[in-house]
C-alpha cells in the first residue's frame, strides 16, 4: 500500500526557511520520480518541484527557482523540499507526489505553509 507522508510546515515570515520532508513506504521508491505540488485557496494545484529516480535531475516551476530545493534520499525513502527566501505568494497546501515507472501517481495528505508577516 502506497503511502506518502509528508511533515515541516508551518507558519514562517516573509524571508524565512522551511524544509518539508515526504517518507514514503509501500512501492519501489528508487523507481519513482517524486515531486513537490502545492494548492493555494482559489488557485489551481502547481508542480513546484520535481526529481528522477536517482537524484540527477531536477526541474522547478519559474516562481520558486533559486529559492527552492528540491532533493531525495533513496536509502531513507524520502524526499524533501528546501524552501528560502519565502513569500507570502508560498502560502498553500503542499503535497507530495510520487509517479511510478508506468505513469501512476499517488499523493500524501498535504502539509500546510503560511507565509505572513
Known amino acids: 500500500q502506497v503511502r506518502l507522508v509528508e511533515s515541516g510546515g508551518g507558519l514562517v515570515q516573509p524571508g524565512g526557511s522551511l524544509r518539508l520532508s515526504c517518507a514514503a513506504s509501500?512501492?519501489?521508491?528508487?523507481?519513482?520520480?517524486m515531486s513537490w505540488y502545492r494548492q493555494a485557496p482559489g488557485k489551481e494545484r502547481e508542480l513546484v518541484a520535481s526529481?528522477?529516480?536517482?537524484?540527477?535531475?531536477?526541474n522547478y516551476a519559474d516562481s520558486v527557482k533559486g529559492r527552492f530545493t528540491i532533493s531525495r534520499d533513496n536509502a531513507k525513502n524520502a524526499v524533501y523540499l528546501q524552501m528560502n527566501s519565502l513569500k507570502p505568494d508560498d502560502t498553500a497546501v503542499y503535497y507530495c507526489?510520487?509517479?511510478?515507472?508506468?505513469?501512476?501517481?499517488?499523493w500524501g495528505q498535504g502539509t500546510q505553509v503560511t507565509v505572513s508577516s
Open positions: 507526489n510520487s509517479r511510478s515507472p508506468i505513469g501512476r501517481r499517488n
Open positions: 509501500g512501492f519501489t521508491f528508487s523507481s519513482y520520480t
Open positions: 526529481i528522477t529516480s536517482s537524484g540527477g535531475n531536477t
